[in-house]
């Protein structure tokens, strides 16, 4: 035995008003309920059909929308008890709610890390730089110079500046000219190993400007020197 509740009594219980169609195996009804939402209900036909049917018919009605039953009436079997084989549903068709995805935070962009200061001012200073009398670089004095020449490597120099100084030993022309050939060689070395600027300025100073006292040995080796000074960006 099978309960079910008439078109009749769906559209008196749910609705303000009711429309029907039918096929060969189910009953369609278009039904607004009382608060005013559109309805349908699917009632199968037959001893043959399931409620396989009527889900089917429901997933014709809704499309691609989503089916939300409201109610349903149960096939019973002997003694009234429910078969868990509705039918007769009663559903709605509602679009799908989309989840929007959660945007993310951009991550924060990673400042490169800072490029070491270039090194601005060298001086090769003391004997062990050049030998006595000569203006041949040494190769403690090479090192230093291939130390400034890295550190200043991709940087534009604007103006590079070589001087040279001896002690107050010596003639003031021997001075001049063993200063100013130090320097020189400076110059041809830094040239020669990619140290490259848009100005040069290479003097010799002979023995003017003593950063110590000529009257001692340690002075006098302080004094003895050549000063490079690189100005760019």
């Known amino acids: 035995m099978t309960l079910r509740l008439s078109v009749a009594a769906a559209c008196i219980a749910f609705a303000a008003g009711c429309t029907t169609s ?5 009953n369609n009804d278009v039904i607004t309920l009382a608060n005013g939402t559109q309805a349908h209900r699917v009632q199968c036909q037959g001893l043959a059909e399931s409620t396989e049917s009527c889900m089917d018919q429901v997933k014709k009605v809704c499309g691609d929308k989503q089916a939300l039953r ?6 019973a079997a002997s003694g009234f ?15 799908p709610v989309v989840q929007q995805p959660v945007p993310q935070a951009a991550p924060r962009p990673v400042a490169p890390p800072a490029a ?8 090769l200073q003391g004997d062990a730089n050049f030998d006595l009398n000569s203006a041949s670089l040494t190769p403690a004095a090479k090192a230093n110079l291939d130390d400034l020449i890295a550190a200043n490597r991709g940087v534009d120099i604007q103006q590079l500046t070589i001087a040279g100084y001896t002690d107050s030993t010596g003639s003031a022309a021997l001075n001049d ?3 100013a050939a130090r320097a020189r060689a ?17 003097n010799g100073y002979g ?7 000529n009257a ?18």
């Open 22 to 26: 039918s096929g060969l195996t189910y």
């Open 216 to 233: 001692t040995a340690a002075g006098r080796a302080k004094n003895r020197r050549v000063e490079i000074q690189v100005d760019g960006q």
């Open 81 to 95: 008890k429910p078969d868990n084989d509705p039918r007769e549903i009663l559903f709605t068709c509602a679009t």
């Open 186 to 202: 400076v110059q041809a070395y830094l040239g020669s190993h990619g140290l490259r600027a848009a100005k040069h300025s290479v």
């Open 207 to 213: 023995s003017a400007s003593p950063v110590a006292s």
């Open 177 to 179: 000219r063993l200063s």
């Open 116 to 123: 070491p200061a270039p090194v601005r001012k060298v001086t």
């Open 70 to 75: 409201v109610s349903a009436v149960d096939r």
